[in-house]
């Protein structure tokens, strides 16, 4: 039994830690440029996709690497091609528009890389349990978990104690009032996108070692993300953090009572925090309202 | 004659001319006749005017309110499934039937509708979604009840006895169609009612300026709350109607790919326009049908017909030739 909930505490851990990365993601694009970006999942593909094509090449780490920076390459060329006409316009134009873009890039990853899942090929190492009565925890879920908390605290870090970090903290509190002191908002949106891109490519090659690559790899996460966000209340990046392993969790010990609820239980946790607390956990009051 | 049509004109709606309502009841009166000739079928002319109604029930909330659902497909499908269950366990009937679909897609939507009526924007839209994937997952990992992934069959339209006549709907392409046009026809004159009420001026008055319409006293979150209430419930009714057509409900119809299909159809046709999400509906489901007859690559065709009508299209097609007149 202990195992058991050890088990699936690993993982919730785990489930949790790409919740937050691609919560994290769409959180940044939300908080500044009110945009809600439906491809968000299939920049996750291709970031998992652009790794099983690079490895061979550049090696595992090669690949870990530059994929994400790639992911975020084509996001620039989104952002500045297409998602920045729509910026003054009506949310639904956001919506749609990115809605399509999904639709346009699942299609394209299937095209190029077929509709069959393929494997994501890891370093021996990595495969590893770490001992043999934990046999379910390998080095590369130890690995995953890392790289992910490094991601954050790097993030965090980067909007803390940067000059550009504290431009998009303002920017998302008041953009009007950022751009009058003169700080170029076209770019730090397209900016702001990338890293959002970055870190769904990042979550992208992690979730390929986990589970494979398909086309449409990203679309389980990318409901569970928007909860986080809602959960954690928007416009607060650290609300997302927690809402993302809050529900991970949540899902990963309903699994250990109850496996058919674990999906069910994410939308209770929504529906009770929009009953009790709509702002969401750490959510501003007034923002979005 | 001529004074009884200048009192119909006269009591119109703005915007809306007579011989254009006569022009459009006239094709759809029609549709049996001239689709097949036109090498579509009956039943895809069934399935516009379902989606239409759909889309315009929709546009209630979008156009005329100006609040963004982008989570409308759970009504649909709720209502849907509604019907399909009633029909499967419950009665043989097909007015019980949709009179539960309109019950279980409007309740769902209302009691959803009350607690995000605060919220406004794109994270209005983000709450729609959300709470929408709730069903399409209960309806998916509940197999003994729904189907599950296969949707739920076993079940179809009855015969309606009205009195000593039968009408039998369970047969026939064509009078199943008619039947939709009545229903269809009848939904959307309460909801041209709807609109053109006192309740319906204060709708357009919160789309306009939501913060002047709270100046005059207008409770605008009880305002916005009943809108999309409604809304949920016209768009149920179409959920209804469509496991009806189908004689079939699939977790597809509670998806978010077909809220966003409602969506671009009403931004195709013109959202702010009364008869657009209508005339969206019947090009995007036509597209669709032939685009996925061509094409394995469908889903790129749809992202890009998505993609060149926010850039290049964003008012839709009556919504333009509105401006040119205006």
């Known amino acids: 039994m202990t195992q058991v909930i050890l088990f699936n505490v690993t993982n919730g851990l785990i489930i949790g830690a790409f ?73 639904v134009y956001s919506l749609l528009l990115t809605f399509g873009l999904a639709f346009v890039i699942q299609d394209a990853s299937r095209y190029i890389w077929g509709p069959n899942g393929l494997p994501m090929g890891l370093p021996a190492m990595l495969g590893q349990p770490i ?70 490519g990042l979550s992208g090659v992690l979730a390929a070692g986990q589970i494979g690559l398909n086309p449409n790899m990203g679309d389980d996460l990318l409901m569970p993300s928007f909860i986080a966000i809602i959960v954690g209340g928007a416009g607060s990046l650290i609300g997302t953090l927690f809402g993302g392993l809050l529900i991970g969790m949540a899902a990963a010990l309903t699994t250990v009572v109850y496996p058919a609820a674990s999906e069910a239980v994410i939308y209770g946790i929504l529906m009770l925090v929009l009953l009790i607390r709509p702002r969401g956990l750490l959510g501003e009051e007034g923002m979005f309202s | 004659m001529s004074t009884a049509l200048a009192a119909i004109k006269g009591r119109l709606p703005e915007g809306q001319d007579l011989w254009t309502l006569i022009g459009i009841w006239a094709l759809l009166l029609t549709v049996p006749f001239w689709l097949p000739m036109l090498g579509g079928y009956t039943a895809l002319a069934s ?82 979604i959300a709470f929408g994937q709730l069903w399409y997952y209960l309806a998916y990992s509940w197999n003994d009840f729904t189907g599950g992934f296969d949707g739920l069959r076993d079940f179809h339209r ?40 006192p309740f319906g001026r204060t709708l357009l008055a919160i789309r306009e300026n939501e913060r002047r319409a709270r100046f005059l006293g207008i409770p605008v979150e009880r305002h916005i709350w009943m809108s999309f209430s409604i809304s949920c419930f016209f768009t149920a009714l179409a959920g209804a ?86």
């Open chain 1, 131 to 200: 001992t043999e009565n934990l046999f379910f925890i390998t080095w590369y879920r130890i690995f995953m978990v890392s790289i992910v908390i490094v991601t954050v605290v790097g993030l965090f870090a980067f909007l803390r104690y940067t000059r550009v970090g504290l431009r998009i903290r303002a920017g998302t509190l008041d953009l009007e009032t950022v751009a009058t002191l003169g700080v170029n908002v076209r770019n730090l949106r397209t900016f702001n996108f990338a890293v959002g891109c970055l870190l769904a």
């Open chain 2, 241 to 326: 109607l469509y496991a009806l057509l189908n004689n079939f409900a699939d977790p597809l119809t509670l998806h978010y790919s077909l809220s966003g299909y409602f969506v671009v159809m009403t931004v195709i046709g013109g959202m702010r326009t009364f008869w657009g999400p209508l005339l969206g509906a019947a090009l995007f489901v036509m597209l669709q049908d032939y685009i996925s007859s061509m094409t394995v690559n469908w889903m790129s065709f749809i992202g890009v017909i998505f993609i060149l009508v926010v850039l290049f299209f964003p008012r839709g097609l009556l919504g333009m030739k509105r401006r040119a007149t205006a």
């Open chain 1, 19 to 91: 919740y937050v990365l691609m919560a994290l993601g769409l959180s940044l694009i939300l908080n500044l440029s009110n945009v809600i970006n439906f491809a968000h999942g299939n920049f996750l593909a291709l970031g998992g996709y652009l790794a099983y094509t690079l490895s061979p090449t550049l090696g595992y780490w090669g690949a870990l690497l530059i994929s994400p920076l790639l992911t975020a390459l084509i996001g620039v060329v989104v952002e500045r091609t297409m998602i920045r006409r729509i910026y003054n316009r009506d949310p």
């Open chain 2, 158 to 197: 009855e015969p309606i006895g009205i009195g000593p006549l039968t009408l039998d709907i369970s047969q026939g392409e064509t009078r199943f169609y008619f039947f939709t046009l009545a229903i269809f026809a009848a939904a959307i004159g309460l909801m041209g009612l709807l609109l053109r009420s």
């Open chain 2, 47 to 128: 399935k516009v005017l379902v989606f239409g109604l759909a889309a315009m029930g929709l546009n209630m909330l979008l156009g005329f309110t100006g609040v963004l659902s982008f989570g409308h497909a759970a009504y649909f499908g709720l209502g849907a499934y509604g019907a399909g269950l009633t029909l499967r366990y419950l009665v043989h009937s097909t007015p019980l039937a949709m009179i539960a679909g309109v019950l279980f897609g409007g309740l769902a939507g209302t009691l959803f509708g009350m607690l995000i009526a605060r919220r406004r924007g794109v994270y209005f839209a983000m709450c729609t």
